[in-house]
């Protein structure tokens, strides 16, 4: 099993930017694809981005694509998300998840954090 816990979250005014944090323990073999989703009050679950950990591709969700950066340090075997250009609908709370899979479908998605809230004010 693999316990992901992420740090990072908070209040920002828009426009400003965060920085989201996820650092994995236990059996981190199992964390070959690492991502971002979120979940807006009364929506589902949705995908923001992922990273694969021996090739470091990416890929976004479109709302957040040219505004958002993942990437991963393999050593510490943590994820980042830095959000720029924040909209009050990037509110939500963010979970990061791992994966051995190269998908951006939540379900194939083994592992999950507890989540961090992010707010966006206008």
């Known amino acids: 099993q693999v316990q992901l816990v992420e740090s990072g979250g908070g209040l920002v005014q828009a426009g400003g930017s965060l920085r989201l944090s996820c650092a994995a323990s236990g059996r981190t073999l199992a964390t070959n694809i690492m991502g971002w989703f979120r979940q807006a009050p009364g929506k589902d679950r949705e995908f923001v981005a992922v990273i694969m950990r021996s090739s470091g591709s990416t890929t976004y969700a479109n709302a957040v694509k040219g505004r958002f950066i993942i990437s991963r340090d393999n050593a510490k075997v943590t994820v980042d998300l830095q959000m720029n250009s924040l909209k009050p609908e990037d509110t939500a709370i963010y979970y990061c998840?791992?994966?051995?899979?190269?998908?951006?479908?939540?379900?194939?998605?083994?592992?999950w954090g507890q989540g961090t809230q992010v707010t966006v004010s206008s």
């Open positions: 998840a791992a994966s051995m899979r190269w998908t951006t479908d939540r379900a194939a998605f083994s592992s």
